[in-house]
């Protein structure tokens, strides 16, 4: 052999080896690498065909807890087909793009409903008026359970909370109530918050009994998965008083726990029902009590059949009865629609003449072409359940059967066994905020897990899951959840007893903003490219509350008036719900600018002027740091030869007091009205109208459509001037409004005098304007005020003489028009008749 052979074969083998160190090494890393969990969870309550109270709860605590226990969880509320299907397109894709060590898990609460042999889960605008429309207004389950299993993971849970009595097809061809029995594929879970054939008792809220007792399961650390939904129907009895009986069917055949129980856990305060040897103890074995416990717990119709044999007459015998009447034509309908040919939809017809899926094998009959009846011969087919007995036809007879109806007289089940009690914090939920934005999960008040309890190990939860971090944590998740915590100088919220640093710090961050987000679940792509497009169509329609939007930094719990220090990135106007600059105002400083939650008033340097602006909180929506123009929405004119005052002094709108005009102390009624909200400022009232004084004695008011003082013309610069009830005056060819009665109230005022015509103007460049009114020339007979219609309005006494004043340079002015009064001229007095002189007379000469 030459040394060129020796070598080869060296080389040969030598990458055998490598390879074979490669194969061998590829499992133990894939055991090793850390797992990863995804979740998606669907909330459809506000249904067209009418609302449910509890299912976008029922979705946001599950998605609250399965974050808890290091899902990385997506989901929305509320879903169309459309967005529905698109969701689920979304969450496959992820799926796949997981990887193999990833753990699945799929939530939909609503309303389901089953349709010749397959489940379908039922959007919000679905209308389903007949059986034919549910293939096409619904969504069928299997197709999104078989691609989950196509997909190389290490499993998938998928719990459907929907088996409710819907209100589709009200006809006298129903579909059958409830959900239909299935088989999960490979590596599956599937679970039913009521048994096949069955309904789930209307619950007011707010969360429904199976996903309130199945996050309490969740929560309990190392318990394995079939453990956690064999207690949750346990649970669910007990909260329901055995109305309820929830279901599950599991080819899982990977170890998984939710959580992981630490070593300082509490004993069993129950016997314990873990052990292999108690779980195939026969069920006549048991006491009563225990045996329909042990019956449940199975939940298998052997299980059942053997308690009715050991106790034909326990209280319990009734309900147990009718669970194995509706398990029983489950199984039956579910091999004759596997067979789907005539002879098995015959042979189910033979069994229940009129059972709850007489009309699905009647419509196969005619897809076959086939006799709607069973022929007298043919060849019935071989089920694995006996026909059932004549005491169980009653049960499965009901257009919907549940486990407390009243015709059936259903004992209430005793306290359940093998199950301790709940976690006393867990007893009674508080309902979370009611979500606005659109699709977004309620969130719920989050509660901590007990301390024994510790996070799943080996598991790589995503980025900035705050809860998953925070199990035993109330604070730093319920701050941003809730926004009710007050937060110190530091912008960070109280530390509660026992947190590490690293807890400290992750509860500052959160405070800070950093991870609001993840406190909030997710919504699939398309579900967000869907809502941006319909904010952006209607944006009034949307309303961002705490549900939906955290804010970038907790609010205090009380507001302090003091300045505020920004640090930090100053929040841009309009994002994440900072208030936009009004109009024509400028911005304010980016280190001055509070959120829009946390706004408070700030004090202006020279406001100690006029405490009133101090003590008046801002109003949302407004920019404390805008200075008003004079003039402007009520805002005071400068006093005559007085500049306006410094920017700092300005005031906001609504802690705008009224100031009091230059001359305007000759009337106090004027400088003590404020202006009223909602009215314009710079619109003159009448005289005598809403409140409004009316003239002094000798001036009667202008009539409609005349101006009651010709408007001086200046200069387009000028400011507006400040309302003033007398003294100022609407625009020339403006309308004016008739003017009302004056109340008789503001009979007994005294008069204004003249010169408050005076303030009719501000200064222009820099030499006082003045307008002195002229004395009026009227007529003696018109010197009395006219009364107000059906009102008697005393005389006022005549005013007195203007006062003579310094005019400072006194400049020509034109001389303002006086709108005459129209007042009726007085009769003529009466005259004597003319003395007839002697002319015109027959024999006289003519007059001249």
């Known amino acids: 052999m030459g040394l060129s052979s020796k070598k080869t074969i060296w080389a040969f083998l030598a990458m055998m080896l490598v390879l074979a160190g490669i194969a061998a090494a590829t499992p133990a890393e894939a055991q090793s690498s850390p797992e990863k969990r995804i979740a998606f969870v669907v909330g459809n309550a506000a249904y067209k065909v009418g609302a449910l109270p509890t299912p976008a709860n029922d979705a946001g605590l599950i998605a609250q807890t399965l974050q808890a226990a290091g899902f990385d969880v997506i989901g929305a509320r509320d879903l169309d087909q459309n967005g529905l299907r698109d969701a689920m397109r979304d969450f496959l894709t992820k799926a796949n793009a997981s990887g193999p060590n990833t753990v699945v898990f799929v939530y939909l609460a609503g309303y389901g409903v089953q349709y010749q042999g397959d489940n379908y889960f039922v959007p919000v605008d679905a209308q389903i008026a007949n059986a034919t429309d549910v293939p096409v207004e619904a969504l069928r389950m299997t197709d999104f359970t078989k691609s989950l299993a196509a997909i190389d993971n290490r499993g998938s849970i998928v719990v459907l909370d929907a088996a409710r009595a819907n209100p589709f097809v009200q006809s006298n061809q129903p579909l059958a109530g409830g959900l239909a029995l299935v088989d999960p594929d490979a590596n599956q879970l599937i679970a039913f918050n ?106 298998t119709l052997q299980g059942y059949e053997d308690f009715l044999a050991a106790y034909p007459n326990d209280s319990m015998a009734r309900r147990v009865r009718a669970i194995i009447a509706a398990r029983r034509e489950a199984i039956t309908w579910r091999e004759t629609w596997r067979a789907d040919t005539p002879e098995a939809y015959w042979s189910y017809l033979r069994r229940y003449q009129r059972g709850p899926h007489v009309w699905d094998a009647r419509r196969r009959l005619e897809h076959f072409e086939a006799a709607l009846e069973p022929p007298p011969s043919f060849t019935v087919i071989e089920y694995d359940v006996p026909p059932p007995p004549p005491p169980e036809i009653v049960y499965v007879e009901r257009p919907v059967l549940y486990f407390d109806d009243a015709d059936f007289g259903y004992a209430p089940p005793p306290p359940p066994v093998f199950l301790g009690p709940p976690p006393p914090d867990f007893v009674e939920l508080a309902p979370p905020q009611p979500a606005v934005d659109l699709y977004v999960l309620p969130e719920p008040t989050y509660v901590p897990v007990p301390e024994w309890v510790e996070p799943p190990r080996d598991v790589a939860p995503p ?21 009710n915590t007050t937060v110190n100088e530091n912008g960070a919220a109280p530390a509660a007893p026992g947190l590490t640093t690293g807890q400290k710090i992750a509860g500052a961050a959160v405070i800070a903003g950093a991870g609001a987000a993840a406190l909030h ?199 507006i001037t400040k309302p003033n009830a007398i003294a100022a005056a609407p625009k020339p060819n403006a309308h004016v409004q008739a003017m009302k009665p004056a109340a008789p109230a503001l009979a007994a005022k005294p008069p204004v005098k003249p010169n408050v015509v005076n303030n009719a103007r501000p200064p222009v460049n820099n030499q006082p304007r003045v307008v002195t009114a002229p004395p009026r020339q009227v007529n003696p007979a018109a010197s009395q005020p006219r009364p107000a219609p059906h009102e008697a309005v005393q005389a006022r006494p005549p005013a007195p003489a203007p006062k003579a004043q310094a005019q400072p340079r006194p400049q020509p002015q034109p001389q303002p028009k006086i709108a005459q009064p129209q007042v009726k001229a007085p009769p003529p007095a009466p005259q004597k008749p003319p003395a007839k002189k002697n002319c015109g007379a027959p024999g006289l000469p003519a007059c001249h």
Request: avoid cysteine; aromatic fraction near 4%.
């Open 194 to 299: 009521a048994a096949p054939g069955t309904v789930a008792p209307q619950e007011a809220g707010p969360y429904g009994s199976y996903a309130h007792a199945l996050a309490e399961m969740i929560r309990v650390g190392g318990l394995p998965l079939d453990d956690v939904f064999d207690r949750t129907r346990l649970r669910v009895s007990d909260l329901t008083k055995g109305a309820q009986i929830s279901w599950d069917a599991s080819k899982f055949k990977n170890a998984f726990t939710f959580f992981d129980r630490g070593p300082d856990a509490p004993a069993a305060q129950v016997s314990s029902y873990d052990n292999a040897a108690i779980r195939t103890k026969a069920i006549r074995d048991f006491d009563e009590r225990d045996a329909y416990f042990a019956a449940l717990d199975r939940d």
């Open 463 to 483: 980025e900035n899951n705050v809860i998953f971090n925070n199990i035993h944590n109330t604070v730093v998740n319920n701050t941003v959840v809730n926004n």
């Open 521 to 719: 679940v997710a919504l699939p792509p398309s579900v967000q490219k869907k809502a941006a497009v319909q904010q952006q169509q209607h944006p009034a329609a949307v309303i961002k509350t705490p549900t939906g939007a955290a804010p970038a930094v907790a609010p205090t719990a009380q507001p302090q008036a003091q300045p505020q220090t920004g640090n930090g990135a100053h929040a841009l106007p309009g994002a994440n719900g900072q208030p936009l600059p009004a109009a024509g105002k400028v911005p304010a400083t980016p280190g001055a600018a509070p959120t829009k939650q946390a706004q408070q008033p700030q004090a202006a340097p020279n406001a100690t002027h006029n405490p009133a602006a101090v003590t008046q909180p801002a109003q949302p929506g407004t920019n404390t740091n805008a200075h008003p123009l004079p003039g402007a929405k009520g805002q005071p004119l400068p006093a005559t030869g007085n500049p306006p005052k410094a920017p700092g002094a300005a005031q906001t709108k609504q802690a705008q007091q009224p100031q009091a005009a230059p001359n305007a102390t000759h009337n106090p009624a004027i400088a003590t009205q404020p202006v009223q909200p909602g009215t314009n400022g710079n619109v003159h009232a009448l005289p005598g109208a809403k409140g409004q004084p009316l003239p002094p004695a000798g001036n009667t008011p202008a009539a409609k459509g005349q101006n009651q003082i010709a408007k001086t013309p200046a200069p387009h610069s000028a400011p």
